[in-house]
């Protein structure tokens, strides 16, 4: 069974750092897509960030130039760097996982994620 395991979430004041992370196991963690969602209160969830298997990435708007999503294939691990945080940003934020194949960070979900870790809470206080 594919496990995504989230950490490093929290509370934080507005302008502040945080940084997700997501390892996964039972996973060839190298040849999948890794993004993070997150979903606010009343709100849909949204794709925050993502990165192909070969390290293209992509952004919500409303995030570029604020977060950083990155990947360490040795250890199986995606990181979610998040500066300058907002209120806005509250959300339950989640690791997924997928395998299919692109060039293009922008198709990454596109047909669903296969996999999803159990979410992780980020409040920033303003």
């Known amino acids: 069974q594919v496990q995504l395991e989230e950490s490093g979430g929290g509370l934080v004041q507005a302008g502040g750092s945080l940084r997700l992370s997501c390892t996964t196991r039972?996973?060839?963690?190298?040849?999948?897509?890794m993004a993070w969602y997150r979903q606010a209160p009343g709100k849909q969830r949204e794709l925050v960030a993502a990165?192909?298997?070969?390290?293209?990435?992509t952004y919500l708007d409303s995030v570029k130039g604020r977060f950083t999503i990155s990947r360490d294939n040795a250890k199986n691990t995606v990181y979610l760097q998040m500066n300058a945080l907002k209120s806005e940003d509250t959300a339950v934020y989640y690791c997924?996982?997928?395998?299919?194949?692109?060039?293009?960070?922008?198709?990454?979900?596109?047909?669903?994620?296969?996999?999803w870790g159990a979410g992780i809470r980020v409040t920033v206080s303003s």
């Open positions: 997924t996982a997928d395998p299919r194949y692109t060039k293009d960070p922008e198709r990454i979900g596109a047909d669903g994620m296969d996999y």
């Open positions: 990165v192909t298997s070969g390290g293209s990435t």
């Open positions: 039972r996973l060839v963690f190298e040849i999948y897509n």
